[in-house]
């Protein structure tokens, strides 16, 4: 069962940034947020993810709300590479055992 | 290392047949992961192992499918009496039990 919803595909113009929002309204305390990025015919990559803080890296950043039933993915500066499906998971499961439940992703298409 | 590799990328088979993929991790990762991925979805979880046992089955995973990963290295997941709705992308991940899951290519499965 989908712990995520996304809307189903997204435009943004190269160089600007990149907003991909995700709810999560029922997501338990202890499960993380992550984000994965899909290329056509590859595998998904990882972004980034989080609990409860904010989080940045090289490639993003995650804003996630203090009730933590959304979340926000931000590419700041958009590039042609960066058009592919976003995918906002919950990551469910104990110390060892976790598992990834995928939402349906937003398709980016980074426009020139 | 070159990261997660399937074998093979694609394959077509005719509705009954057996049909058999392989998945070679990231060396020195321990946990191991099947995913389906249908058009137009994400992924969807299969099974997990860690090492060579298999820990914990989706009821996605009908009796026609089995995976094994003997030794603790490479995984095979067979599907029997194949139907057109197992048509999809069978996607391998590994990792160490840390932050993320390092996903391969994908094996494209279409029956007729």
């Known amino acids: 069962d989908a712990k995520t919803t996304q809307p189903t595909s997204m435009d943004c113009a190269e160089g600007r940034a990149a907003n991909l929002p995700c709810n999560h309204s029922?997501?338990?305390?202890?499960?993380?947020v992550y984000w994965y990025r899909q290329i056509h015919s590859q595998g998904p990559q990882y972004i980034i993810h989080?609990?409860?803080n904010n989080e940045t890296n090289e490639m993003a950043s995650l804003i996630i709300t203090e009730d933590r039933k959304s979340s926000t993915l931000i590419l700041p500066h958009a590039t042609l590479r960066d058009t592919a499906v976003y995918y906002c998971?919950?990551?469910?499961?104990?110390?060892?055992?976790?598992?990834?439940?995928f939402g349906t992703g937003t398709r980016l298409k980074v426009l020139a | 290392d070159t990261g997660v590799s399937q074998d093979p990328r694609h394959k077509i088979t005719k509705r009954g047949q057996n049909v058999t993929f392989r998945c070679d991790p990231i060396?020195?990762?321990?946990?191991l992961y099947w995913y389906r991925q249908t058009l137009g979805q994400g992924p969807e979880f299969l099974t997990y192992?860690?090492?060579?046992?298999?820990?914990?089955k989706s009821r996605l995973l009908s009796d026609r499918f089995s995976a094994e990963r003997p030794k603790g290295s490479f995984s095979t997941l067979e599907i029997q009496r194949t139907e057109q709705g197992d048509s999809a992308m069978y996607l391998c991940?590994?990792?160490?039990?840390?932050?993320?899951?390092?996903f391969g290519p994908g094996t494209r499965l279409t029956v007729l």
């Open positions: 060396s020195e990762h321990n946990r």
């Open positions: 029922t997501i338990s305390g202890n499960e993380y």
């Open positions: 192992f860690q090492n060579e046992a298999q820990l914990e």
């Open positions: 989080g609990l409860k």
């Open positions: 998971i919950v990551r469910v499961g104990t110390s060892g055992t976790y598992k990834y439940i």
């Open positions: 991940a590994s990792s160490t039990g840390g932050v993320e899951q390092f």
